[in-house]
């Protein structure tokens, strides 16, 4: 992946941090970076969800650099954040449902460890803080496709802590002058998306069952859309928004592939490319789910030039490939 480059700046000078750059979007931004021989690339994670499979290829690169540590540990950002230009923080606990169980942890990782990053990079004076927001933060609102600044009720505990780190990014560029862009992701799905655990999202799950030719779980009736995007879109977006130049304000933008695809749709493009006809068992629907996304990513474009590289159709075809591949 990563064939043409969505930077035109030399990196060769430029120090990154990556928050979370064990996980799954971390580890595809820290691969980018480093292939495009970025001075140095340090990875902060406490291992609680990303794993170390996903960055043993850069152990060796001297660029490389992983530091082990907690977002919840002001110390550790401070620490983390010495000598660094840009920092994308991509630290974070997913999944409403893990949110709804767990509540109390969703809210210590996602709101105290954003805060201790957010204040550890402003005292740090990097040139750029990106961080990943959600599209969760839509919440109950029902109009489509989904504009930045008209928003619902948040329909989670995780809904509700992605949207106060946009409030406190606001803030801290109302009282600080330091600016951020966040990144209100739509589901983004690809290589190293962990298809394990009680949290797997729903298109890992859906080619691990196609791969067993089992019967995957679908929550409702299918006809659930979501604008689902191949992680290479996410890390053109983190790029082109860690190297902006006139960016003077905080900002939110949506990422994401443009395009709606319901549960049933999806099943039947992967299980037909796997040639398998297996019917999905129908549960009922999860607590704190949106019934549809879609994004209109016009304000991405503007602000940062970003415009979708990949179709949800291109990126599951390298996905499915690299799942094939996966060992179990």
């Known amino acids: ?25 971390g580890s595809n931004l820290v691969e980018y970076l480093l292939k495009y ?36 540990n002001i110390d550790d950002c401070r620490k983390a954040v010495s000598g660094i230009d840009y920092v994308a923080h991509q630290a974070a606990l997913g ?38 927001a959600s599209s969760s933060t839509y919440g109950d609102h029902p109009g489509l496709p989904k504009v930045e600044d008209t928003i619902g009720n948040p329909m989670s505990p995780y809904a509700v802590t992605k949207y106060v780190n946009e409030l406190y990014a606001n803030v801290f560029s109302r009282i600080y002058d330091f600016h951020t862009i966040g990144l209100r992701y739509f589901n983004v799905f690809g290589p190293r998306q962990n298809p394990n655990g009680p949290y797997a999202a729903v298109i890992p799950l859906f080619i691990e069952a196609a791969k067993k030719k089992e019967a995957p779980i679908i929550n409702g009736d299918g006809e659930t859309s979501r604008d689902f995007t191949f992680v290479e879109n996410a890390v053109q977006a983190n790029i082109k928004a860690l190297l902006s130049d006139d960016i003077h304000t905080s900002e939110v933008i949506n ?9 049933n749709e999806l099943w039947q493009h992967i299980s037909g490319i796997w040639h398998i006809d297996v019917a999905p068992i129908y549960q009922t629907e999860r ?40 060992a179990v």
């Open 1 to 25: 992946m990563y064939e043409v480059p969505y930077h035109s700046k030399n990196l060769s000078q430029s120090c990154f941090l990556i928050t979370g750059g064990a996980g799954f979007i």
């Open 255 to 263: 990422i994401a592939a443009g395009e709606r695809t319901t549960l």
């Open 95 to 132: 999944s409403v449902p893990r949110s709804i169980n767990d509540p109390l942890t969703t809210n210590d990782v996602n709101i105290t460890g954003f805060l201790n990053m957010l204040l550890a990079a402003k005292d740090a004076q990097v040139k750029r803080f990106i961080y990943a």
């Open 287 to 326: 607590k704190g789910d949106v019934k549809h996304s879609l994004a209109n990513v016009d304000k991405a474009n503007r602000l940062i030039g970003y415009r979708p590289a990949f179709s949800v159709m291109q990126g599951l075809a390298i996905a499915m490939e690299w799942y094939k591949n996966r």
């Open 37 to 72: 021989k970025a001075k140095k690339v340090r990875v902060l994670d406490n291992f609680s969800t990303g794993v170390m499979d996903n960055i043993a290829p850069f152990l060796s690169d001297p660029a490389f650099e992983l530091f082990e540590g907690d977002i919840r």
